[in-house]
């Protein structure tokens, strides 16, 4: 429960896309609101996002959009556009900071005129060509802890933003175009679950592999030898073994060969010499590490070993 309200799962389709009939049947008077993530986390855009809109809107509700993905909209399209009241647009992500790891992390709130005057305060106004901090404002939900958020994020977003000017557009384009140039030369083997076209990123599973005994994970492991970060494993969990993969707009054309060469070669392994995969990485000073053991018995504190005399 949140402020009295229950929350609830939508469905989705055959297309991996939003159920809007199964939505139809659980929007009524009493919804607060639908939260949705635009492109979703399968990469892909919800066409029928502008009629999600209109049905929440009939019922008094209000529709909230994870920002995570603005990487494949920013300069294209402007979610308020479609109907979006408030959303959180993740800096780290889509302006230029590495978001991996953990973070750091940081991203404002935005807002519908008719919802401005709830946002937390202080809020930063200008008067006669000068910014101040406003602080008075009766309807606002009153102050959050660290409101000013990760500032050299900000700092770095801001610069990044102001770098690309116009040139946003071509940023989100040309990680769209990574993200569908790596999915139509590797989809030929790997299995791609949903056919709905791709945005930023391509989300694939294992199914093809799982037959020779190699995972997600192993094939995560197996990319280290070849010299790339792994992709996202096992994310999301709507598709059982997935292989998430975000080029974004700074790999160039050959970076993405390499990559796909490497994808391919594992996948041919895979089907020839799995054990070879199933015991990756082997060119790294650590093998594989017993990532289960290490989630369910954590060693939270190190402790050297003393000397025997010293210990005595």
């Not at 937390?120 to 901090?133: K, N």
């Not at 599973?205 to 192993?218: A, H, I, L």
Request: charged share 25%; aromatic share 8%; net charge negative.
């Amino acid at each position: 429960m949140i402020a009295g309200y229950e929350v609830q799962n939508i469905r989705s389709d055959a297309r991996g896309q939003m159920d809007l009939e199964h939505l139809q049947t659980l929007v009524t008077e009493d919804v607060a609101a639908l939260m949705i993530t635009n492109p979703s986390t399968l990469g892909t855009f919800e066409p029928r996002i502008a009629e999600v809109s209109e049905l929440l809107h009939e019922r008094g509700a209000l529709l909230y959009m994870d920002g995570a993905n603005m990487n494949a909209l920013a300069g294209v399209a402007r979610p308020g556009d479609f109907g979006v009241d408030v959303m959180h647009l993740n800096l780290h992500k889509t302006f230029s900071t590495p978001h991996g790891g953990g973070g750091p992390g940081a991203g404002p709130v935005l807002v519908k005129k008719e919802l401005e005057a709830f946002l937390p305060v202080p809020v930063l106004v200008e008067r006669d060509g000068r910014f101040a901090l406003e602080t008075h404002r009766p309807k606002s939900i009153g102050r959050v802890r660290a409101f000013v958020g990760n500032f050299g994020v900000l700092v770095r977003a801001l610069a990044y933003t102001l770098a690309y000017g116009p040139g946003m557009r071509q940023a989100t384009e040309d990680a769209v175009v990574n993200a569908n140039y790596i999915r139509k030369l590797l989809e030929d083997v790997f299995d791609l679950p949903y056919s709905s076209p791709s945005m930023h990123e391509v989300v694939f599973s294992d199914e093809r592999q799982k037959k020779f005994g190699v995972n997600t994970m192993d094939i995560a492991k197996r990319l280290i030898d070849y010299g790339f970060h792994p992709y996202t494993t096992a994310f999301p969990l709507i598709v059982p073994g997935a292989l998430m993969i975000e080029p974004t707009e700074s790999e160039s054309k050959e970076e993405c060969d390499l990559f796909i060469d490497a994808m391919r070669s594992i996948a041919e392994e895979a089907a020839t010499q799995p054990e070879l995969v199933k015991t990756a990485p082997h060119s790294t000073r650590v093998g594989r590490l017993d990532e289960v053991g290490a989630a369910r018995r954590p060693v939270l504190r190190w402790k050297p070993k003393l000397p025997a005399k010293a210990a005595d």
